[in-house]
């Protein structure tokens, strides 16, 4: 039942983040609303995941997992209760924000708490099982949430959590185990400055990746320079803080730092299936909105079905070789899938797609089991570091990949491009996305371990 809680709650963060894209155009009229201001509903809970997770992880390991994931699923039950009676848009927007706070803990304490409780030599599993409900939430979010407008309307999208969220509190309450006593009697306090820069530094590299419709503008490059300013002065406070918020040394593991950095890298390239695959599929292959979502949820939906298989594999072969066969897949159907696509058309995007997403879900398996390895007593900060280095990938993926996909099409105009300049975008972009799985893979390889050693606190 424990695995049933952390999976429950992992599915909840993830169906937030899903089921709301389906509910903007419903959003936009119900509020009179232009289509930049709704995705705010989309924005603030993404910005607020992202600015949390490091926080949250840090905050679960003073005072207690247990403690923080109860209140969690409380905070975000009651905040989806907030969304689904909001009077308008903006206090709609507000309610998101708070969502994704409790997101943020969940996610983050999911997977601390199946790391800590799976026996030994199954962390795999347990982390590929995670790795299913996130893509499971991520797969029937669009599907329940467009069934969920058309029948009681928006504010159901936001309130089919309530049942859900009460659903994974008792089973919290009933078979989280009970934190365990601090080592030491000395106080540990929350470094409030450290967490206050590090969320400002987030929050502004997150809008300069998302703010100015595709466009680098002025206001973008001034939010990049303020989040470098901001993370120079987080490490320099952290640095020699009694009590930092995230310990320098918890990055000397050649290890650990390779499958954070991989964790970002791997979450730009799936960020660029997301972003150019409904310009391609529709422009160039012909398909009505209704198909190309078809072909579109076949990634999550292979996600699911091969996380805990992989998860297996992991248990039985090792983290370090299902890290870099998964790289090397991915890599590879990468690298395919343009030239796939203009041979077989829609089958060999597809195809490749399945290759790509069935990689991920081994990768996560295998890269999140080894990066917890060793974690000890800081299996919440490491947790959110992983959850960071994803959301950060992601971020900078949506904006990266396509600018990209603008400039090998050689148009902003992308939803008027001709099919031969959409297939040079696909093409550019997916050879990118190979080069950063090989990036990845040889950053992993060079580290030469796949489990940390624990860095004592």
């Not at 993830?14 to 009179?32: H, K, Q, Y």
């Not at 504010?155 to 049942?163: D, G, K, S, T």
């Not at 299936?273 to 209704?290: E, I, M, R, S």
């Amino acid at each position: 039942m424990l695995v049933a809680c952390l999976a429950l709650s992992m599915l909840l963060s993830s169906l937030g983040t899903s089921i709301a894209n389906v509910g903007l155009p419903a959003l936009a009229r119900a509020f009179d609303a232009s289509f930049p201001s709704v995705q705010w509903v989309v924005l603030a809970y993404l910005l607020a995941v992202t600015t949390a997770v490091a926080s949250a992880g840090r905050l679960a390991d003073l005072i207690g997992r247990r403690r923080l994931m109860l209140a969690g699923l409380a905070w975000f039950t009651a905040a989806s209760a907030l969304c689904g009676a909001a009077p308008g848009l903006w206090s709609l927007v507000a309610a998101r924000a708070a969502q994704g706070v409790g997101a943020a803990v969940l996610m983050t304490l999911a997977m601390a708490l199946a790391g800590e409780a799976a026996p030994k030599g199954r962390a795999g599993s347990a982390m590929g099982l995670l790795g299913t409900m996130s893509a499971a939430g991520t797969a029937l979010g669009p599907t329940l949430g467009g069934a969920l407008i058309a029948g009681p309307g928006w504010r159901a999208i936001f309130l089919v959590n309530l049942p859900l969220g009460l659903l994974a509190f008792w089973l919290a309450w009933r078979h989280l185990p009970q934190d365990r006593p601090r080592a030491t009697q000395a106080p540990v306090r929350f470094d409030r400055l450290g967490s206050a820069l590090l969320t400002v530094s987030l929050a502004a590299y997150a809008l300069s990746m998302t703010l100015g419709k595709g466009a680098f503008g002025p206001l973008n490059a001034a939010l990049l320079a303020a989040a470098a300013a901001g993370a120079c002065l987080f490490w320099r406070v952290e640095s020699r803080s009694a009590h930092p918020l995230l310990r320098p040394a918890m990055f000397s593991d050649a290890g650990r730092s390779a499958g954070l950095a991989a964790s970002a890298l791997v979450a730009t390239v799936m960020m660029a299936t997301l972003v150019v695959g409904p310009f391609y599929l529709a422009g160039a292959q012909g398909l009505d909105a209704a198909r190309v979502g078809l072909a579109m949820s076949c990634g999550p939906l292979v996600a699911a079905v091969a996380g805990v298989p992989a998860g297996r594999c992991v248990d039985r072969f090792g983290a370090r070789p299902m890290t870099l066969a998964a790289l090397g897949a991915m890599a590879g159907a990468s690298a395919t899938l343009p030239f796939a696509s203009d041979a077989f058309g829609v089958a060999g995007y597809v195809i490749a797609l399945v290759v790509i997403t069935a990689g991920y879900a081994l990768f996560q398996a295998a890269n999140n089991t080894a990066v917890m390895a060793g974690a000890g007593g800081e299996r919440g900060a490491v947790s959110g570091l992983l959850n960071l280095s994803r959301n950060l990938g992601l971020i900078t993926g949506a904006s990266a990949m396509g600018a990209l996909f603008a400039l090998g099409a050689g148009t902003a105009d992308l939803a008027g491009a001709p099919p031969q300049a959409l297939a040079a975008g696909l093409r550019a972009v997916f050879l990118a996305a190979a080069a950063l799985c090989v990036l990845a893979a040889a950053a992993v390889a060079a580290a030469g371990v796949t489990r940390p050693r624990a860095v004592q606190p």
